[in-house]
């Protein structure tokens, strides 16, 4: 059975994880993705937030959280006075998983087994920083934490105490909101989403 487990040092420094994670063979997602994309923030931050796997920009930068999804997060972030730079940000998976069409590269929804072989690093990161709060984005993060019973539609919004915070709080995936705006269609559909994403963050 394929996971992290085995690349994690028990006792490292949030740095100490990240050296050891750049070099994971956890699942595949490593062969086909540039490079881990592992947490960035404060190591004392008191909020960690967690996505659901870099995207382009990410595995070309190394960094969560900079590409489309990243700038929209980062503003809706300041719009409710959190500075994005206070906060530590990671994802449930650190490899970019992607289809190619063309030239371009699109974003693949990891796994339930992807999500599990890499959890190990997430519980590392959870382990180290000891947040105060945890802010989930979308289901795969927030069933990383709660396990796969948790229905962000029903849950989301809400403050749960878990062994890793006591407040846990769900709420949309950016990328949600930026998916609905490429369907023309579906332009009410975004705006809705975007309400409920602006209100959720007011109230974390
Ligand atoms: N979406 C995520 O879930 N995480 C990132 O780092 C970027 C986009
Ligand atoms: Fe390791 Fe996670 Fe990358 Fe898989 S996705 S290789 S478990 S860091």
Not at 108 to 116: H, I, T
Request: charged share 20%; net charge positive.
């Amino acid at each position: 059975i394929s996971s992290a487990q085995s690349f994690v040092p028990e006792h490292a420094s949030i740095e100490g994880l990240r050296l050891a994670a750049s070099k994971c063979q956890g699942c595949s997602l490593c062969r086909s993705a540039t490079q881990t994309v592992f947490g960035h923030g404060p190591a004392t931050a008191s909020v960690v937030l967690i996505g659901e796997q870099p995207g382009d920009q990410e595995d070309v930068t190394g960094k969560p959280f900079v590409g489309p999804a990243g700038q929209l997060l980062r503003e809706e972030l300041m719009s409710v006075g959190i500075d994005p730079e206070s906060v530590y940000m990671t994802n449930a998976v650190k490899h970019f998983k992607f289809t190619r069409s063309s030239k371009r590269r699109l974003h693949k929804k990891p796994s339930a087994r992807e999500v599990a072989a890499c959890r190990p690093w997430l519980e590392a990161e959870l382990k180290r920083i000891k947040p105060a709060q945890i802010l989930c984005l979308g289901a795969t993060a927030a069933s990383a934490i709660h396990g796969p019973n948790f229905r962000l539609t029903q849950q989301r919004g809400a403050f749960i105490s878990t062994r890793f915070a006591d407040q846990t709080f769900a709420t949309y995936h950016p990328s949600a909101i930026l998916r609905a705006e490429q369907t023309s269609a579906q332009n009410e559909t975004a705006s809705q989403i975007r309400d409920l994403f602006h209100r959720d963050l007011k109230a974390f």
